[in-house]
Every structure is written in C-alpha cells, then in structure tokens.
C-alpha cells in the first residue's frame, strides 16, 4: 500500500499557465506545469514523485521503444459550475489501466498510487482546466517498459506516469467515416480490448488510406468476414436504430470497452431508450438506413466526448445523414456536460471531488 503521504511534491519555480492561449487550445498540445513519475524495479514501486513537467532521459535500447510493452489511459477533469475541480470516472480508468497492463505482461498499479497520484496532481494544477465550452482538463495516465536491454522479453523494469493537458475538442466537426473492410484493427485473442499503445501506431495506415479518400476516420469490421462493426479511430460506436441505441458488445475481445461508452449506455436508458449491445452487421446498417430506421450514428469517447457522423461509407453505398437536426447525439452529450459541470445531479456519482 502507498499512503498519500509517500507521493512527494516539488514545485515548478514559475507557471507556465500566462503563457496558455486560452482562445486556442488544440487538444493534447500543451501541458501543466507538473507531472507525475513513479519507476517499478525489484518487483516494487518507488521513487514516486510529482515534480516540474519536463523531458525523460532514457537509453536508445530502453524496451518500449523496440517491443511495444505501453499502455495508456485518458481521463477528464472538470471545472464544476461550483468553480471546483471534478474528475469523470476516473476509477473506471484505473481499473482498465491495470486490465491493460496484464495483457502486456506489464505489473499491476496499485489503486493509491494510481488515484492519489491523479488526484494531487489535479489538485496542484486545477487552474489548468479551461473553462470554455467543449474544454476540459486531459489526463493522460501511461506506463512504458524501461529496460535497457533488447532481447525479447517482459522488462523487469517500468515506468508510470500522469502529464495533464487543457484541451479542446478532438474532433470539431461532424465525421465522414470510411466502413474498412480490408485493414483490421483487432483480432479474437488480440490485444483490441487493451488501451496498447501499438493498437494506435497499427491504425494509422488504414487511417491515412481513409483520409486519401476523404474520410476523417475508419470503422473497423470484424477480421473474418469483414461484416460486424467493431470501433471507429479512437471511439467505440452508437447507432439509433428505430427507437433502439445499438452499440456492438464486448464479447470478442476486439473492442475498447470505453467510459464514455458505458456512461452513454446510462444515459440513453435515462432517456427512454432501449440499449443493445450485441453484434451489429453492416447488412443491418444498410437495410435500416434504407427502411429509414438509421436515424443516428455517433462516436463516444474520452477525448471525442460525443462526435456526431455524418457520412458513412461501404464499398459504393453512401449513407449520409442530416445531423443538423438530431435529438438523441446532442441530447446526449448535453447531459454529460451537464454531470461533469455539476449543473445537473450526479446520481451515479460518476464525478470525484479532487
Ligand atoms: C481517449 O479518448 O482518451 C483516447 O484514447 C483517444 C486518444 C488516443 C486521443
């Protein structure tokens, strides 16, 4: 166990924070002033410390840089309309961290260090979190193997880490998604349900492909026939279906089971809502755009929040949707804002006071 008190505190001499544009803050681009960093050796955690945001040193040999063995985590701070500090969920994110980690072959976080280590760390930095619409405080939890040593095995050594960055919104516009079916993302057996590093390097190409032909994003289909969704780019999927909200299930292995996702699930119970989640063909997806029951495809995750799509491709078939005037995504996402904003109640106490 790791008491509070073991996490050590050394200020930055001079804020960053006069130097922030406020009116343009890109997502992920700028940092607070701290950051945390704890090093795993001898089968133990130590060295664990908060300190002036700044550059590693590390070997050209150091393991993660050749094998991949990284793992990360985005969770959300927000400014409460109270004027107070609240992070989303980030219990959740604790528990999938260490999910991740063991499908790496990587140690587990202990719980204290983990949110403890969060939660001062946003506490020191609070007057990070923008308060502009669509803003919020980006927390980005990661750990990486650090041997210096390139045979082919788990490190014995490893470094964890928290960077905090205010951030805007990470895709501002309605989406033009590209339906893959030729590129895939995640395997039965892989490692698609862990938030791997590599699982976004491996992406890219497919990605780029999508992009030469206009869309922003890919969504991934099954690797055997290329015919069940599974995620798209860096979000898990919901569909309206009639008076269902649909979204793919977990049961593969294939799909990040996300935050977001879940707390959407909530949600759209909350507003009348029959929530499935079960295997979603792209078949289905075109016969019901057809009939005219399609009515809302949207992407939920930390960094996207709710992002609203509106063109899906597969092969020739464009389906294209009139976002303008949708209820159920905007809907969506304004109840969330509001849970994060403490305008509305927290009834399943989703946000923790830092
Ligand atoms: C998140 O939503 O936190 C993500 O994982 C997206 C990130 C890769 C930008």
């Known amino acids: 166990m790791i008491a509070a008190m073991d996490i050590s505190i050394r200020k930055a001499e001079r804020s960053k924070l006069q130097d922030l544009n406020q009116d343009n803050i890109p997502f992920g681009k700028y940092f607070s002033d701290h950051m945390l960093e704890a090093d795993y050796e001898n089968g133990e955690w130590k060295n664990i410390e908060i300190k002036p945001y700044q550059p590693l040193l590390m070997d050209p040999s150091l393991a993660a840089l ?89 490190s014995d050594t490893y470094k964890f880490l928290i960077i905090l ?77 009639g008076n269902k909200a649909v979204t793919p299930d977990l049961s593969q292995g294939t799909i990040l089971g996300g935050v977001t996702r879940m707390s959407s699930m909530t949600v759209l119970k909350d507003m009348g809502f029959t929530v499935e989640e079960r295997p979603i063909s792209v078949d289905e997806l075109m016969d019901a755009y057809k009939a005219g029951l399609l009515h809302e495809v949207f992407g939920t995750g930390t960094a996207a929040t709710i992002s609203m799509i509106k063109e899906l491709r597969y092969k020739d078939f464009v389906m294209q949707f009139d976002v303008e005037n949708w209820k159920t995504a905007p809907g969506l996402k304004k109840r969330l804002t509001d849970i994060r904003e403490r305008r509305a109640e927290d009834k399943y106490n989703w946000m923790l006071k830092v």
């Open 66 to 154: 050749h094998y991949g063995q990284a793992i990360f985590e985005g969770i959300k701070a927000y400014k409460g309309i109270d004027g107070k500090p609240y992070i989303f969920r980030p219990h959740d994110n604790f528990k999938r961290f260490n999910i991740s980690a063991e499908r790496m072959q990587m140690p587990q976080v202990p719980e204290e260090l983990f949110m403890e280590g969060m939660r001062k760390l946003v506490e020191l930095d609070q007057n990070w979190i923008p308060s502009k619409e669509d803003h919020s405080l980006y927390i980005r939890p990661f750990m990486f193997s650090s041997d210096p040593l390139i045979g082919v095995r788990p």
């Open 165 to 241: 960055s205010p951030s805007g919104p990470y895709y501002s516009a309605p989406m033009r998604i590209y339906v893959e079916e030729k590129y895939v993302r995640a395997v039965t057996g892989g490692v698609g349900y862990a938030k791997a590093a590599g699982n976004y390097g491996a992406a890219m190409y497919a990605t780029a492909q999508a992009k030469l032909k206009g869309y922003d994003q890919v969504l991934w289909t099954d690797p055997f026939e290329h015919k069940y969704v599974q995620e798209i780019g860096t979000m898990n999927v919901f569909f309206i279906i």
